[in-house]
């Protein structure tokens, strides 16, 4: 069988430097989507015709201007949601309701927890597969530190550490990344609390929602293991640590391992060139494509980057209240939206 896949927001032809919109995904998905055998890149949409006519000439698909359209007309099996993080629920239960078969959607998954509950409900209600773009679960330098961790060579770990910085270092563009790797490095077990500050002084707006200037997120997953983000454009390079009762995994540039012990062996680096956006994408897809049909939840499971989600509106809450957020998290709601310097916007 061929599934046949339709992309939904294609980006233009030129990538721009900055992130923050104009980076399209879309084109790196494409690509990726290309290498699978079983796949054929069928149809795209957006609604800048200067952008879809771009992509339509180069990846020779149809195009439509109108998603529902795509949607009713394509006849396809998969979808991926290329578009800002403000249209992905809408687009996600639109593909589902449609009857697609499975539907990729870029991270951040969304803008509440409403929301990505609502992307899950629908999604099961159609019995279509689900997953978001925490690609990092398919990097090498992630899975040979998960071996490390596993093969118990730090010991039991007790705290996590993610920096960002850049040009999107927020939570939502970015953060969600290291939150993510949270959940990957202690096993996806559910977060107790989360305490936070996010600094929203500029007001900024970054793929057309509420972003903060800086954060500092402490992230309590019981039994002793905490985990926490820091994030700020003017920060120093971002990092990874993965500190354990024997050692620590740090993931930078390199992937350096300082493990307790005698001798060399104590200490072991690898260098590691850029990441290959395309290679984890194109993994993540045929792990996707390998379970339509199946009970077998995906690896990049929207369940999994719903916990994400939480933790990001709890940090956003807790901030607001300036208080520990201990989770479920009561509010569906997106909290950066709430804060005066966004109402006046
Ligand atoms: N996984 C990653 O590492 C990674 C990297 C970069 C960006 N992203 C994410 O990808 C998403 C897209 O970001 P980008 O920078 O590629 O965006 P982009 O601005 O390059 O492309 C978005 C496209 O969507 C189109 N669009 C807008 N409204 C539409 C509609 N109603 N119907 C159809 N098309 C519509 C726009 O015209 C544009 O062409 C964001 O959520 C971003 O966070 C993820």
Redesign the pocket.
Known sequence: MTYRVGI?????RRRTVE?G??????RVQADAWKTLKDVELAAA????PE?LSAFTEDYGVAGYAD?AHMLRDGQLDIVSV????G?HSGMVIAAAEAGVRAIHC???MCLSLGEADRMIEACEANGVKLTV?H?RRFEPMYLRAKEWVSSGRIGRITDLRGRISGADADLL?WGTHWIDMFGFFLDDRPAKSVLAVTDTESAIIR?GHPVEDRAVVLVDYGDGVTATVEGGEDLPTPEFRIVGEAGVIRIGDVLTGWFMGEGPASIETHVRAEVDFGDSYAAAFRDLVSTIGTDQAPVLDARLARNATEIIMAAYASSNRTQRVVLPLDTDTFPLRERSEFKRK
């Open positions: 939904v927001g294609t980006g233009p992130r919109g104009g980076f399209a995904i879309a949409c957006d609604i800048r952008n998603y290329c578009t800002w993080p249209l870029e991270k951040p773009s690609q563009s793929y």
